[in-house]
C-alpha cells in the first residue's frame, strides 16, 4: 500500500502515517500538498494523509482549501502527539546556537524559547526539511526545531526536547483516498462537510441549525475565503455520526436545499486522541 505525505523522511506526518497504517504502508515523501493530492487523484498513491489542525496553531488552512478543491474522501482521522526538539550537529552546544530553522508552524509553536535564547528564527518549508539542512551545513551555531525521529534520520543531537510553548500540542491529521477506493465496510463514527449559503440573511444560521434540530454534536466549525468570490466563504464542520445515520442523512438533505453547495468530505472512524 503506497501512501503519500508532505515533507522528507522524519516529518511528523510521516509518524502520523505510521501510526495508522504501521509497517503494512511503503511512504511517498512529496514536496507539497498539492503534490499529495495529486498522487491519490492520479492513482500514484492509494492513500494520502496531511495534517488538518493543530491544538496551538489552529487549521491548517492550505489544506482546507485543497479539500474543499479535490476531488477526494476521508477515510480516518489520526491524532499525533507533538514534541518539537532542538537538534544540531553532534559537536554543537546549545549556548552556541544563533539560528533555528522550521516550518513556520512550528517556530510560532516554540517562540518562548526562541525568544528566551535570543534566536534568530528561519522558516523553511518543513521541520523535518529543516532538520535535514541543518545537517547538511554542519554549522556548530545553527539548529533545527523538528521530531526525536529527525535526530536519527539526519545524525543530529538532540541539544534540548519539549522546546514547544504548551506541552499539549496535537495535530489531527486526515487520510483520504479516491471516493471509489473509500472501503465499503468503512466505520463511520465521524463525518467532515463543507458548504457555502447563498447571500441573504439569516441563510448560515438556517443552515447550522439543521445540525442542532437533528440532534447533531458539531466538532469543528471554520470558515475560509473564497478567492474567486471577494467576502465570499465557505463553511468547513466536522461532526459526530455518520453518513448512514438516519438523523445525519435528514439534516445534510435539508442543508443540501438551503445550502448554495454542500460537499461531503469524508465519514471516518473517530480517531484515538
Known amino acids: 500500500m503506497k501512501v503519500a505525505y508532505q515533507g522528507v523522511r522524519g516529518a511528523y506526518s510521516e509518524a502520523a502515517l505510521r501510526k495508522h497504517f504501521g509497517k503494512k504502508a511503503s511512504p511517498i515523501p512529496l514536496d507539497l500538498s498539492e503534490d499529495v493530492f495529486a498522487a491519490v487523484e492520479t492513482g500514484r498513491a492509494d492513500y494520502g494523509i496531511l495534517p488538518v489542525e493543530n491544538t496551538i496553531a489552529g487549521p491548517v488552512a492550505v489544506n482546507a482549501d485543497l479539500f474543499w478543491e479535490k476531488s477526494v474522501f476521508a477515510t480516518a482521522e489520526v491524532y499525533l502527539g507533538i514534541e518539537h526538539c532542538l537538534l544540531a550537529p553532534q559537536h554543537s552546544k546549545l549556548e552556541w546556537i544563533k539560528t533555528v530553522y522550521s516550518h513556520p508552524v512550528a517556530l510560532a509553536q516554540c517562540r518562548a524559547f526562541i525568544r528566551g535564547h535570543k534566536l534568530t ?153
Request: hydrophobic share 40%.
Open 121 to 273: 528564527a528561519v522558516p523553511e518549508y518543513d521541520t523535518a526539511g529543516a532538520a535535514k539542512l541543518v545537517s547538511e551545513r554542519n554549522h556548530i551555531s545553527e539548529a533545527a526545531i523538528a521530531s526525536v525521529d529527525c535526530a536519527k534520520a539526519y545524525g543530529l543531537k538532540v541539544l534540548k526536547r519539549g522546546v514547544q510553548s504548551f506541552r499539549n500540542n496535537i495535530t489531527r491529521f486526515l487520510v483520504f483516498t479516491r471516493p471509489a477506493l473509500a472501503p465499503k465496510n468503512l466505520k463511520m463514527q465521524k463525518t467532515s462537510v463543507v458548504f457555502s449559503t447563498r447571500h441573504k440573511p439569516g441563510e448560515l444560521l438556517h443552515c447550522l441549525q439543521q445540525f442542532a434540530d437533528h440532534g447533531i454534536n458539531l466538532t469543528r466549525l471554520e470558515s475560509r475565503p473564497i478567492p474567486e468570490n471577494p467576502f465570499e466563504y465557505i463553511f468547513f464542520v466536522d461532526f459526530l455520526g455518520g453518513l448512514k445515520d438516519k438523523n445525519v442523512a435528514a439534516a445534510l438533505r435539508r442543508i443540501e436545499k438551503d445550502a448554495h453547495v454542500l460537499k461531503i468530505l469524508g465519514s471516518y472512524p473517530l480517531g484515538r486522541r
